[in-house]
């Protein structure tokens, strides 16, 4: 039998570290005899006085008490309510710390779970002005003292953190979320209280079609009726420029669910545009729609560019959504099968598909992993298949069943380095060669790394 080894802290202790990383949280981590503590709000090389909050066996938290000495790359955060809001999380660092540690995350990442070493991960590509990219925002109403609030929820809690401004969202966003707390209270619209379940107003979302500078107001309310509908709309109309629609959407569930089911536009069209390159995508209350349309369309460039189509190939494009990277791709390919599991998205796709006189792509919804298999049986065959799973991953299933189609070329898109090193495991296991990892920051001041990965059959 072992001996209990004694933890090196305890709770309450103050202890002394240098910050050696950083988790996917956006958390420091450093160490004590081994032990690694994480410390919200530290950096890479800070030194720094931390008291210990909590020890579990493999790892404890910790509060940062005193700066010893700060990082080159702390920076003074702009965000007024960057304290309280559990929005961004890296807003005290620079941005070219952000993207530094994004690739070593990614790197480390690779190493540790997937055993994939040599393989280039490259600088990751940032946007030049990292600030209100944005084009959706869901922000949650309610009530504090008597007064209406709006803004985002604060880390790991459904408390509001009342705001007039957001850094990471459009403009427009913050001029439609003060119009509408500024006329609710003006008209007596009762705020949504989410723990009675009683009130009004639960949510305003905005959407932009940045090249189109096409505005959509969604306002969310637990009762069937809007209030001063008309009003509202008066307003709107008045002070939003680039509002093109407004739609009513109820949800009187107990829900985190934003939208409800029913639901119709009381003024103007039931749709925004927005173009990424050449693309243009239709946007409506309920579509998945990139949140960074610049970055996504660096993002698909890179994975156009690994996909180094010539206009012959036939294409899979797994978890594609409303098409958005299938369309990319059809711009290139002879043919390309997109699969969704979202029968909506695959309706949007087709339509999104039409719209720009795409004839040589195809959508069928259901799940990847059942999907490719069939068409696999059916003798179907891709001369390139690209990925874009949610966070946890590809399903086993679809991995097996492209390590038997055979692509000569595979473009992994991910959104979590962790599964991501995971399945490349998997599929170099099978046969493929990882040749470059492209880390772009889709998400700037917040801790999300997106990556898209080049694999060969060897
Ligand atoms: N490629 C798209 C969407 C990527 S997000 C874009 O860039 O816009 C991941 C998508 O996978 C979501 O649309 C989600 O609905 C879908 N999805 C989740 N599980 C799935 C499964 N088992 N099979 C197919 N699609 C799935």
Redesign the pocket.
């Known amino acids: 039998m072992t001996k209990k080894q004694a933890l090196p802290v305890k709770k309450n202790d103050t202890v002394t570290v240098t910050i050696e990383d950083l988790t996917h949280e956006g958390h420091g981590v450093g160490k004590v005899d081994g032990y690694p503590l994480f410390i919200p709000m530290t950096l890479p090389d800070e030194e720094v006085k931390v008291k210990v909050l909590k020890t579990t066996k493999n790892f404890g938290f910790g509060k940062l008490e005193e700066m010893v000495q700060a990082s080159e790359d702390r920076t003074e955060p702009p965000c007024p309510v960057y304290d309280r809001c559990g929005g961004c999380q890296l807003q005290h660092f620079s941005y070219e710390g952000q993207l530094k540690a994004k690739q070593k995350q990614v790197k480390d990442v690779l190493e540790r779970i997937g055993k994939i070493k040599d393989v280039p991960v490259h600088p990751t590509l940032g946007m030049e002005d990292p600030w209100r990219y944005r084009n959706k925002s869901q922000i949650p109403v309610g009530s504090e003292s008597g007064r209406i609030i709006a803004g985002f929820y604060a880390t790991r809690s459904h408390r509001i953190v009342d705001t007039d401004v957001c850094l990471i969202q459009e403009e427009i966003s913050d001029r439609v979320m003060n119009i509408v707390k500024q006329e609710a209270d003006r008209f007596g619209i009762q705020p949504y209280d989410e723990e009675r379940h009683k009130g009004v107003l639960r949510h305003v979302v905005v959407r932009y079609g940045r090249t189109s500078g096409e505005v959509m107001v969604v306002l969310v309310t637990r009762t069937k009726h809007l209030p001063h509908a008309e009003d509202l709309i008066a307003v709107l109309r008045e002070k939003v420029p680039g509002l093109k629609s407004v739609v009513h959407n109820i949800n009187d569930q107990r829900t985190n669910v934003i939208l409800g089911n029913k639901g119709q536009t009381i003024w103007g069209s039931d749709v925004i545009y927005d173009s990424i390159g050449e693309v243009k995508f239709t946007i409506s209350a309920r579509s ?3 949140i960074n349309p610049v970055q ?1 369309e660096v ?2 460039q890179k994975a156009l560019e690994y996909a180094q189509l010539t206009g012959e190939e036939s294409v899979i ?10 369309l990319f791709l059809a711009q290139k390919a002879k043919k390309v099968f997109g ?4 029968r909506q ?1 695959i309706e949007d796709a087709k339509a999104n598909a039409e719209l720009n006189g795409f004839n040589n792509t195809e959508f069928e919804a ?6 490719i298999p069939a068409w696999h049986k059916k003798g179907n065959q891709a001369d390139v298949i690209v990925v ?3 966070r ?1 991953g590809c ?1 086993q299933e ?1 991995l097996d069943t492209m390590l038997a189609m055979k692509p000569k070329r595979i473009v992994y ?1 991910s ?1 979590n380095p962790a599964t991501l090193a995971r399945d490349l495991r998997i599929l170099e296991d099978g046969g493929y060669q990882t040749q470059e990892v492209q880390p772009v920051d889709m998400f700037p001041q917040t801790s999300h790394v997106e990556c898209v990965a080049w694999l060969e059959l060897a």
């Open positions: 998945f729609y990139q996504t993002l698909y494009d797994a978890y594609c959504g409303i098409g958005t990277i299938s699969v969704e599991i979202i998205a259901g799940p990847a992993e059942e999907v874009d799973p949610p946890k399903d679809l898109v959104c």
